[in-house]
């Protein structure tokens, strides 16, 4: 491993890797709280820890959802977790991080698609009337611009009806 020049420190690009036959994330029981447990993960920050602790929270059967790195400069977090006994922490966690997954690909795709919308605008104050931007994605190639259909769309950035 390379350091950083004051020495101390591991460079943050090699934190995220993992010793070959070790596990991402460890599960401990809690043994003073039923239902609950502390997990470990290795090559993750304050970053993760917060989105997960917070969409952990959203979760009705979770009672107590915290997270805490150790240290800065290590990239190691502990995520504990309390749950009412109806699933187990562990569940709550799975559920959380799909749930979460799901929201960071929503916000890719929406962000993509104002990505697109600025190009499209910009293209248009330029005179080309906004075709150059959307040509890719639309395929057509012609001087009538992009075809727009106007679709409702749920507050979660799903299309709805047809």
């Not at 709280?33 to 970053?47: I, K, N, R």
């Not at 959380?96 to 910009?122: G, I, M, P, T, Y």
Request: proline share 4%.
């Amino acid at each position: 491993m390379t350091h950083n020049t004051s020495g101390d420190a591991v460079d943050r690009h090699e934190q995220i890797l993992i010793p070959f036959g070790n596990k991402k994330v460890k599960e401990t029981s809690v043994n003073r709280a039923p239902f609950a447990s502390t997990f470990y993960s290795v090559g993750e920050d304050q970053s993760l820890g917060n989105m997960l602790r917070a969409q952990l929270l959203q979760c009705k059967h979770v009672v107590f959802a915290g997270y805490r790195v150790p240290h800065p400069d290590v990239a190691k977090m502990e995520i504990r977790v309390h749950t009412d006994g109806e699933i187990t922490p562990r569940e709550a966690v799975l559920y959380a991080s799909r749930e979460l997954v799901h929201h960071l690909d929503l916000l890719s795709r929406r962000f993509l698609l104002e990505w697109e919308f600025k190009k499209a605008a910009n293209a248009a104050a330029a005179g080309d009337g906004g075709a150059g931007a959307w040509a890719a994605e639309d395929k057509v190639g012609d001087d009538k611009g992009p075809r727009i259909k106007e679709v409702e769309v749920s507050p979660y950035g799903e299309v709805m009806g047809d």
